[in-house]
């Protein structure tokens, strides 16, 4: 079984400080972890993938995630947030045979001026 | 550009209607997913089909079919729509090989309101 759990439904920053969103993993293998972002009135696309090699994932527009499996943790990151980062964010996990995805149930980031 | 599109993009209808929501893609990608999105409750799997023959049903399939009509067409439906389907459906399609590790790439959407 997989699930995932992602702390906070919004998150609320101003423009040029740290984002940091949280997603906290179960499987009972080793799992794949994904970041996927949704801006309005859009479909998901993909930030980045973890998938075994480096535990440091770097993604587009400057995000970032660490695969923690002591803490079961994928936690996504960027140093300086932009107005354009303003979008739903969900973490996936996909592990076993046929690696059919769970998605968390998003966490809104929010940019202030 | 190879991608994923959905026919209708917002669609309303009323209690006990059949709707049909299209998908199709150009991706060239033989795994193909429904999903469902809710405010707070993020996207939970409706069906998914491996290949034209394959059929499987995921976490909420109840009031639901779907039909895989080709490689690159799969069809969402609504026997008798209710009121709590109301909500946006997403296609997904991915690679079968395993080197993709599944990565989903989605269609915009279709908003379903029911009345």
């Known amino acids: 079984a997989q699930s995932v759990t992602q702390l906070g439904s919004h998150v609320s920053v101003s423009e040029g400080a740290l984002v940091l969103l949280r997603c906290n993993y179960s499987s009972s293998v080793p799992p794949y972890l994904f970041w996927y972002v949704q801006y309005p009135n859009q479909g998901l696309q993909l930030l980045l993938k973890y998938t075994s090699a480096a535990t440091l994932v770097k993604g587009i527009n400057g995000f970032e995630a660490e695969f923690k499996k002591s803490e079961t943790s994928f936690h996504l990151t960027k140093p300086s947030a932009h107005m354009r980062d303003a979008a739903e964010y969900f973490c996936?996990?996909?592990?076993?045979?046929?690696?059919?995805?769970?998605f968390g149930r998003g966490t809104s980031l929010i940019v202030h001026p | 550009d190879a991608d994923v599109t959905q026919t209708p993009r917002n669609r309303i209808t009323k209690t006990g209607k059949r709707i049909m929501l299209e998908c199709s893609q150009t991706?060239?990608?033989?795994?193909m997913y429904w999903y469902r999105q809710d405010p707070g409750l993020g996207l939970r799997l409706i069906y998914y089909?491996?290949?034209?023959?394959?059929?499987n049903k995921g976490e909420i399939s109840d009031g639901y079919s779907v039909s895989r009509q080709a490689q690159a067409k799969f069809s969402l439906s609504l026997e008798s729509a209710i009121p709590n389907q109301t909500a946006l459906y997403f296609c997904?399609?991915?690679?079968?090989?395993?080197?993709?590790?599944?990565?989903?790439?989605f269609g915009p959407g279709t908003r379903l309101t029911v009345l």
């Open positions: 089909s491996f290949d034209v023959k394959d059929i």
């Open positions: 996936a996990v996909s592990s076993g045979g046929s690696y059919i995805p769970t």
């Open positions: 991706k060239g990608h033989d795994r």
């Open positions: 997904a399609t991915s690679e079968a090989d395993s080197s993709s590790y599944n990565e989903q790439f």
